[in-house]
């Protein structure tokens, strides 16, 4: 089954014990696909910084698998996020959020 996440609250204290990133370990844990997490409004804010335990544990989940994380480009600038350091990330808006309902079998808020 195709998962895609739309996140659009800010992370926990503890980013590692999100909600949204547990969410999407288990996805793949279940050898289910996850095609994309969409990170709109303060969910932008999940790639703010690297935590004691994994430098950008986003960044980290999607270098082993072939998720696609999209920022919403309008969130970015809202939020002023520097995407200097963000590797295996995208900009994207209604499109990619589409495109992620046509080829996901559910898309998963965590708001």
């Known amino acids: 089954m195709n998962f895609s996440l739309f996140v ?6 503890n980013i590692e014990q999100s909600t949204a990133l547990l969410t999407a370990r288990a996805i793949i844990a279940s050898k289910h696909n996850l095609y994309r997490v969409f990170f709109y409004s ?5 790639h703010s910084e690297p935590t ?3 430098a950008y544990p986003w960044q980290a989940l999607a270098s082993n698998s072939s ?3 999209c920022f919403c480009s ?3 600038k809202k939020h002023q996020v520097s995407m200097a350091d963000h590797a295996n990330v995208s900009l ?8 992620a ?6 898309i998963v808020s965590l708001s």
């Open 74 to 76: 309008a969130s970015v």
């Open 8 to 13: 659009d609250k800010a992370p926990d204290k």
């Open 92 to 99: 994207g808006g209604l499109v990619q959020l589409l495109d």
């Open 101 to 106: 309902q046509v080829n996901s079998d559910r």
């Open 52 to 54: 004691k335990v994994a």
């Open 42 to 46: 303060e969910g932008v804010l999940h």
């Open 67 to 69: 998720i696609d994380l």
